[in-house]
C-alpha cells in the first residue's frame, strides 16, 4: 500500500478544490466499483454491492481534501498576505513551503516582532514567491495553496503532509479491492471540504440515506513527549471513536466494530478527541438520524507538514473494516 500512499499525500487538493487527488482515486476505483458519480459538491460516491435481506446500506467516508492556504492580499514588492483553510497552526508555517495549484511554490516566514522566540498570528506572516513586485507575481488573490513536503517511509512510520485523511483515503480504496462478498450495498465516500466543517459529507449523506455510517479520519496520539491529552497510541491498533468535540458514536455501532476487532484478533483503541470532528458527525445528523461512529488512524503531529502514521496500524484498519462489512452487522447484541 505504501505507493498508493506516496501517490495520494503529495497530490495537491486543499478544500474546495479537490480535482487532482479524485482523479487519482477514480483511477484507482474505475475497475472495481459497481458504480460511481460526483455529485454537485464534487464528492466521489462510489457503489459497491446491493443490499441483500440481512444487510444494510452503509456509507463509508474519508476527506480527500486537505488545510491549505488562500491569498488575501499582494503587496507592491511581490509578498503575499494569506488566510488558513482549516486548522492552520502558525508554530508550523515559519520556514514552511507551500505549492500553488499551477506549481507556483513559496515560502512562509513571519515579519521581524523583535524577538526570535516569538510566533506571529498568521495575519503577520507573510509568502515569498521570488517575485519582486506584484507585477511579477504568478498567483493572484484567491489562489488557493497547500504545504509541500513528500512522503518520507522511516519503515513502520510513515510521515508525509495530508496523511489527514489521505491515509483514510488509501484505506477505502484498498478495502473496496478487498471486499469480495457482502450482504451489504456499500457507498465508499471521497468527500470533500471536510477541513472547513464537514460540508461534502452533509451533502453526500443526504443524497444516500444510509442505515449506517463509518468516517475513516486520523485522530492525534498523546505518546510524546510531556503531551497527555490522547491515550491513543502509534503501533497499537486503530481507534474506535467513543466521542468528540461534535458526536458521540452510537454506542451499538461502537461495540459491534470492538466485537468485530476482538473476533479476528485485530488490536484495537478506544479513541477519545477532545477537539474537532470527523465526517461521521455529518453522517450522524443527516435526514431524520444515522447510527455512526469512525475509525481513527492515530497520528502524530496532526496539521503539521509532517504527520506521522504506524503502517501497522493502517493494515489493521483495513483488516477491521473489511471483516466488519463482510457479514450481516447485528447492533442489538
Ligand atoms: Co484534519
Ligand atoms: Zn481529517
Redesign the pocket.
Known amino acids: 500500500m505504501k505507493q498508493l500512499i506516496k501517490k495520494l499525500v503529495e497530490a495537491t487538493g486543499p478544500s474546495g478544490y479537490e480535482d487532482n487527488i479524485r482523479n487519482m482515486i477514480v483511477d484507482e476505483i474505475k475497475t472495481v466499483a459497481d458504480d460511481f458519480k460526483i455529485d454537485a459538491l464534487g464528492n466521489l460516491i462510489v457503489r459497491k454491492g446491493q443490499k441483500s435481506a440481512d444487510g444494510m446500506r452503509i456509507m463509508l467516508a474519508a476527506h480527500m481534501d486537505e488545510?491549505g492556504i488562500i491569498v488575501t492580499h499582494i503587496d507592491e514588492n511581490g509578498f503575499l498576505r494569506f488566510a488558513g483553510i482549516?486548522?492552520v497552526f502558525p508554530f508550523h508555517c515559519i520556514g514552511s513551503r507551500v505549492e500553488f495549484l499551477n506549481g507556483q511554490v513559496g515560502v512562509i516566514y513571519q515579519e521581524d516582532l523583535g524577538s526570535r522566540e516569538k510566533v506571529a498570528p498568521l495575519q503577520k506572516m507573510y509568502i515569498d514567491i521570488g517575485a519582486s513586485s506584484k507585477e511579477e507575481c504568478s498567483v493572484k488573490i484567491g489562489d488557493v495553496a497547500v504545504f509541500q513536503r513528500p512522503f518520507t517511509d522511516l519503515g513502520n512510520r510513515l510521515v508525509s503532509k495530508a496523511m489527514?485523511?489521505r491515509i483514510g483515503v488509501a484505506i477505502e480504496i484498498e478495502v473496496l479491492k478487498q471486499l469480495k462478498d457482502s450482504p451489504h450495498e456499500i457507498y465508499f465516500v471521497f468527500t470533500t471540504q471536510?477541513?472547513v466543517g464537514t460540508r461534502g459529507a452533509t451533502t453526500a449523506a443526504f443524497g444516500i440515506d444510509p442505515d449506517l455510517g463509518i468516517a475513516i479520519?486520523?485522530a492525534p496520539t498523546g505518546d510524546v513527549p510531556k503531551d497527555r491529552r490522547s491515550a491513543l497510541k502509534l503501533a497499537a491498533g486503530p481507534g474506535i471513536k467513543v466521542k468528540d468535540t461534535g458526536m458521540i458514536s452510537d454506542p451499538r455501532v461502537v461495540r459491534s466494530l470492538v466485537n468485530t476487532a476482538e473476533a479476528a484478533n485485530i488490536p484495537y483503541q478506544m479513541e477519545i478527541l477532545l477537539m474537532?470532528s470527523t465526517d461521521a458527525r455529518a453522517i450522524q445528523i443527516a435526514k431524520s438520524g444515522v447510527p455512526v461512529s469512525c475509525l481513527s488512524i492515530p497520528t502524530r503531529y496532526?496539521?503539521s507538514p509532517s504527520e506521522m502514521v504506524d503502517y501497522n496500524d493502517v493494515q489493521n484498519t483495513v483488516k477491521l473494516l473489511t471483516a466488519y462489512l463482510c457479514k450481516p452487522i447485528n447492533l442489538s447484541l
Open positions: 488545510i482549516g486548522g489527514d485523511d471536510e477541513e479520519d486520523i474537532g496532526a496539521h
